[in-house]
């Protein structure tokens, strides 16, 4: 069993930054794929990054450039840098966890935030 725990999301006006992490419990928190969706409202959940348990890291192109995905297994915590943010970037952001990094990135993870909101003013 895993359970995520999401922090850092708030009110930034356009242009600004944040950095979202996501506290994952267990003791195998370095075999799983890690990886970040977003859902606006009215609008359906949409995939925005994934890390593979190797490090490899996979962007939607929309915020390619702008997000960075990173892992530290040693605090089994999964960071989303977000830069330049737009305000369609407003959302809840939800953290997930999978043991495939595929299964993770079609939205079918096992494992899942309760979200964080993410607000960007314009």
């Known amino acids: 069993q895993v359970q995520l725990v999401e922090s850092g999301g708030g009110l930034v006006q356009a242009g600004g930054s944040l950095r979202l992490s996501c506290a994952a419990s267990?003791?195998?928190?370095?075999?799983?794929?890690m990886g970040w969706f977003r859902q606006a409202p009215g609008k359906e959940r949409e995939f925005v990054s994934a890390?593979?348990?190797?490090?490899?890291?996979t962007v939607y192109a929309a915020v390619k450039g702008r997000f960075t995905i990173s892992r530290d297994n040693g605090k089994n915590t999964v960071y989303l840098q977000m830069n330049s943010l737009k305000p369609e970037d407003t959302a809840v952001y939800y953290c997930?966890?999978?043991?495939?990094?595929?299964?993770?990135?079609?939205?079918?993870?096992?494992?899942w935030g309760q979200g964080t909101q993410v607000t960007v003013s314009s």
């Open positions: 997930t966890a999978d043991t495939s990094t595929r299964v993770l990135v079609n939205g079918t993870g096992n494992y």
């Open positions: 267990g003791r195998t928190f370095s075999s799983y794929a």
């Open positions: 890390i593979s348990w190797r490090g490899i890291s």
